[in-house]
């Protein structure tokens, strides 16, 4: 059978149909960055770095800008914009395959996996680049890359030239004491933390390993979580250029990112469990409770607050409460000549340290009952509840014969006041409860009371306060700290 020219011609098209569908299947069966044509050597063997854009504000940014730099360097970089929600306006970002926006709050409509970033991330690194930022000279993330690789640190930052560059700073964090600790990095450029606007690359896998990896502020999540574990970061002398039409240019803009920006820190802080946050030079920063607001535990069962069981100890700022509230009442009963004398715990870490016990939720102060009505306080209490006019409460105890004077009425860190009364040389009071502290003691330990320090002031102890606390605790109670209910949580078995 003879072919005819049109059947020929027709063979031949088909035949070259075939080869351009092989050809563009195949094509499409490669790895992305492969096909990616940049103008740097790297690019040819793929990206090895997700830039991953997290810190900006949605009502103002250069985020446009900073994605279009990246991708100058290299057309295939891979660059993930990451957001709680859609961002409005809409970010101008190019339709790329390689540029891709993550939405981290879950949607009815979406999958499980499009919250999680990682799921955006398939490059051993990334890159945390903040708004305002822009790679102008080529190789920076390939350099950031090797001196990872090369050195000890776990994470890696160059600065960007903003009015704000990254500065070394020493990060200590006690979760037991509820605290973050900043000071003067003594070996810098390496250090625990960065204040600043820097690019900071580290592995993915380390990143995503955080129990917040892109919680915000990020300067201020990332660092408090690697700094807990003792990852050191490594500023190099490398530097990231500002965008040219930096975002919050307006004075109104600033102060609307100020402010949400606090807002978003002090949730961030108290989300993590830290209350109290000290810098260097002594300033001190407080987010947790106060007047206005509960304590930061519930009721106490047992007499083991529930911190003891996320081995934590009393927060901070509820121990500035209740020193307050001791040094107050102190004063109230010393100028209307009520006698009285540190008890129990309170007694026990004036002791040990002049303070209070730092797992411990209350103070406790005797008091002789035939004083009572010398304190118009304590005589406006037996008749029902009395707010002074600094706020504190004085109230009689539901649980018992006893007063309470609380830190507020909406705050009730508390003093309990014991009034005892003497029978045959014996101290003695009409309510018992079942501590094993809460005993009878001879009235020579009163005779005479003697100063102590206890938490940032004088107050009145027994006379041989040793034997006192050994014959309400047992032998050695001084020397060997425990918790309030060892049968509960050991101090030794706590970790």
């Known amino acids: 059978m003879r072919l005819t020219r049109c059947q020929a011609a027709l063979a031949a098209a088909i035949t070259l149909n075939l080869l351009v569908l092989f050809y563009v299947s195949w094509l499409q069966h490669q790895p992305r960055n492969s096909r990616a044509r940049g103008p740097r050597r790297a690019s040819a063997a793929g990206p090895r770095v997700t830039v991953l854009v997290r810190e900006f ?17 290299d057309p295939a970089q891979p660059v993930v914009v990451a957001a709680d929600t859609l961002p409005y306006p809409p970010l101008a970002l190019p339709r790329i395959p390689n540029v891709r926006l993550a939405l981290l709050q879950p949607a009815l409509d979406r ?50 030239a903003t009015a704000n560059p990254a500065r070394c700073l020493a990060l200590n964090v006690s979760l037991r004491q509820w605290t973050a600790r900043y000071g003067a990095a003594p070996a810098a450029p390496r250090c625990d933390a960065l204040d600043g606007d820097a690019v ?53 803009a600033r102060w609307k990112a100020e402010r949400e920006g606090r807002t978003r820190r002090a949730a961030l802080l108290r989300a993590l469990g830290i209350r109290l946050v000290s810098w260097e030079g002594g300033r001190l920063e407080w987010f947790g409770c106060n007047k206005e607001t509960t304590r930061c535990f519930g009721t106490v069962v047992g007499d083991t ?3 003891l069981y996320e081995e934590r100890w009393t927060p901070p700022c509820c121990l500035r409460a209740l020193r307050e509230t001791a040094r107050y009442v102190v004063g109230v009963l010393e100028a209307a000549g009520v006698r009285y004398w540190l008890e129990g715990g309170s007694l026990l870490g004036a002791a040990r340290h002049g303070d209070i016990i730092p797992w411990d939720y209350d103070v406790d102060l005797g008091i002789y009952l035939e004083d009572v009505g010398n304190c118009e306080q304590l005589r406006g209490a037996e008749a029902g509840s009395v707010v002074d006019e600094r706020g504190f409460v004085w109230e009689k105890a539901v649980e018992g014969d006893f007063f309470r004077v609380q830190y507020s009425e909406s705050n009730h860190l508390h003093v309990d006041l014991w009034p005892f009364y003497p029978r045959n040389g014996v101290m003695t009071k009409d309510t018992w409860l079942d501590h094993r502290q809460d005993v009878e003691f001879p009235e020579h330990f009163l005779q005479p009371l003697v ?13 041989n306060y040793r034997r006192f606390l050994e014959l309400k605790f047992g032998p050695g109670v001084i020397e060997n700290p425990q918790y309030p209910n060892p049968a509960l949580l050991s101090l030794t078995g706590s970790g």
């Open 451 to 463: 100063p102590l320090p206890f938490a940032g002031f004088v107050a009145q102890a027994p006379n």
């Open 111 to 160: 999958p499980a996996a499009a919250s999680r970033p990682e799921t955006y991330v398939a490059t051993e690194f990334v890159a945390l680049v903040p708004d305002g930022a822009r790679a102008e000279a080529p190789g920076l993330l390939e350099r950031m890359v090797e001196a990872l690789r090369g050195g000890s640190a776990r994470l890696v930052a160059a600065p960007v």
């Open 200 to 252: 900071v690359l580290l592995r993915a896998r380390d990143l995503f390993n955080l129990s917040a990896p892109l919680a915000r502020p990020v300067g201020t999540s990332l660092f408090l979580q690697t700094a807990l574990r003792g990852w050191a970061v490594q500023l190099l002398d490398l530097t990231f250029a500002a965008a040219r039409q930096p975002p919050l240019a307006t004075a109104h």
């Open 305 to 307: 607050p529930a911190y």
């Open 57 to 73: 504000e949605a009502f103002d940014n250069a985020v446009p800008e900073l994605v279009d730099s990246f991708l100058q360097q």
